[in-house]
Structures are given as structure tokens and as C-alpha cells.
């Protein structure tokens, strides 16, 4: 079945650092991809998203590229903030399965002064 | 204009007992799905619910139910509660039924912990 597979936590980054957090998938036909983010005591956000193959989602400084010959839609950021500090999703959602959202188990990303 | 609230915030339960849950949708929202959180499997899907009806619905036992009113407000149920069932309950909202193209506005959640 569809599935979505991203790295284990917690990471731990001092600010301005280079973050990339890797995401991959298993999926019937052309699915969609997206990365949530988790505040603190607050609900998921769509951080951004991405329909197709070779397609960039970017929001806030966050980027990610859906890679269908590696199966792949990494997050990447050039230089995080304190801010940035959550629990960061991947997901997708595709209609083979009835637009139905799988969701990964989460990565914690703590950004230090 | 107020976000997806979800009643109540926190709930602690017995094994055996039955519990309701409560989402609000963002007004106009005619969608709502339903998710459990826990450490071990991240967000899992549960259910959605589109204009009342029941339109998907994931790998959970028949003790998780749930409905859809006409003002789109929906609650869920668990019957009969397991130690497993301890989690954080997330409630989604959308304009339409759930695609890539509807985004989803969460919750914050109901935290459940059953003793």
C-alpha cells in the first residue's frame, strides 16, 4: 500500500545551518507530496506541496522537489532560525487510494542560538 | 475567522469506558477528517466525512465511529477503550472533499489517555 518513510529524529541544528530532512515514498500511480509542519501545542500547517514529477514546492525558505525516479520529496533549507524549531511531516495523497493522506512519522528539527 | 477547534483538549478515560470527541470546522468547510497521532505511527488516517456522508474511511476496528452534522460540526466515538487507543485525535477541516488541490487546516487536538 502507499506509504511514506522519512528520517528519524531528533535533529538538532545551530542556527543558520543547512537542513535537510529526507523523505521517500512508495506509491500507486501519480500521487501528490507535501510537507507539514507542527508547532508546539498547535495543529499541522501545510508547509508546501508538490502535484507532479519534477515539480518544486517552496514556502518560507523550505524547499522540496518531487523526485519520481528516486521515489523522493526531501526538505531542505539554507539557513534555519530558532523559529523553524517543530516537528516537521512528510505525506502524500493520491487518488488511486481516494485522495486518502499518508502521513510519516515525523522528524523534530531544534534549531540552537 | 476563527480556525478548526476541537473539544475537548484533553480527556483521561478508563480501559472499557466510551468516549465523544468534538471537531469544528472553519466556517464554510464541508469537510472534515479525523486522524490518530501517536509517537510509534505518526498521523493515521481514520476517517472523512464530506456534506454528512462518510466518503473514506482507514484501517481502524468498528470501535471508532463517527458522524457529520448539517452544520458540518463532526464527532468521533470510541467504544470500549484500550490502553492502544491513547493518543493525540486531530481533526481537519477543508472546503472540499479531501484532494491535493483542498487543503487541510488542523486542529490542535484532543489529547486521550486511557488508564
Known amino acids: 500500500g502507499d506509504s511514506v518513510t522519512q528520517m528519524e529524529g531528533p535533529v538538532t541544528l545551530s542556527e543558520e545551518a543547512f537542513l535537510t530532512i529526507n523523505c521517500t515514498y512508495t506509491a500507486t500511480g501519480y500521487p501528490s507530496l507535501f510537507w507539514y509542519v507542527q508547532y508546539p501545542g498547535e495543529g499541522l500547517q501545510l508547509l508546501l506541496k508538490a502535484t507532479k514529477a519534477d515539480d518544486k514546492g517552496s514556502n518560507k525558505g523550505f524547499e522540496a522537489t518531487y523526485r519520481k525516479e528516486t521515489t523522493s520529496f526531501h526538505l531542505e533549507k539554507g539557513s534555519v532560525q530558532v523559529s523553524d524549531s517543530a516537528v516537521y511531516f512528510c505525506?502524500?495523497?493520491?487518488?488511486?487510494?481516494?485522495?486518502?493522506?499518508?502521513f510519516g512519522t515525523g522528524t523534530s528539527l531544534t534549531v540552537i542560538p | 475567522k476563527a480556525g478548526v477547534t476541537q473539544t475537548p483538549r484533553y480527556l483521561i478515560k478508563t480501559r472499557g469506558q466510551q468516549v465523544t470527541l468534538s471537531c469544528s470546522p472553519i466556517s464554510g468547510h464541508r469537510s472534515v477528517s479525523w486522524y490518530q497521532q501517536t509517537p510509534g505511527q505518526g498521523l493515521q488516517f481514520l476517517f472523512e466525512?464530506?456534506?454528512?456522508?462518510?466518503?473514506n474511511k482507514g484501517n481502524f476496528p468498528g470501535r471508532f465511529s463517527g458522524r457529520q452534522f448539517s452544520n458540518s460540526r463532526s464527532e468521533m466515538n470510541v467504544s470500549t477503550l484500550e490502553l492502544g487507543d491513547s493518543a493525540l485525535y486531530l481533526c481537519?477541516?477543508?472546503?472540499?472533499?479531501?484532494?491535493?488541490?483542498?487543503?487541510?487546516?488542523f486542529g490542535p487536538g484532543t489529547r486521550l489517555t486511557v488508564l
Open positions: 466525512y464530506f456534506s454528512e456522508t462518510q466518503r
Open positions: 505525506a502524500l495523497s493520491s487518488p488511486n487510494t481516494g485522495n486518502q493522506f499518508y
Open positions: 481537519a477541516s477543508s472546503l472540499g472533499a479531501v484532494s491535493s488541490y483542498n487543503e487541510q487546516f
